[in-house]
């Protein structure tokens, strides 16, 4: 069955680094874009970031731009955000996410939750 396994959170300083990784398996990864989305406490989903297929174009929310990189390995079957210059509202649980072209299926990680503080 299909599987999204998130991985890399923990505890950071103000302007450290994170790199989350997501392991798939049970569908072909590599037909897929993905997506990262993230949920701050006591807020609603927010998206991140994006990748296609080939992992040549990247999308990114503009509250995360230029701090915060999206990427793929086919051959691994694997999803990678890496975040620098983290700041204290980057605070959330992230989830990483893939979908059918018309919405048809959705499947979503565990999640990994990512705390900035001093």
């Known amino acids: 069955q299909v599987q999204l396994v998130e991985s890399g959170g923990g505890l950071v300083q103000p302007g450290g680094s994170l790199r989350l990784s997501c392991a798939a398996s049970?569908?072909?990864?590599?037909?897929?874009?993905m997506y990262w989305v993230r949920q701050a406490p006591g807020k609603g989903l927010e998206w991140v970031s994006a990748i296609n297929t080939g992992g040549d174009s990247a999308y990114y929310a503009d509250s995360v731009k230029g701090r915060f990189t999206i990427s793929r390995d086919n051959a691994k079957n694997t999803l990678y955000l890496q975040m620098n210059n983290l700041k204290p509202e980057d605070t959330a649980i992230y989830y990483c996410?893939?979908?059918?072209?018309?919405?048809?299926?959705?499947?979503w990680g565990q999640g990994t939750q990512v705390t900035v503080s001093s």
């Open positions: 996410n893939f979908r059918g072209v018309f919405n048809e299926y959705d499947y």
């Open positions: 049970g569908f072909t990864f590599s037909n897929h874009w």
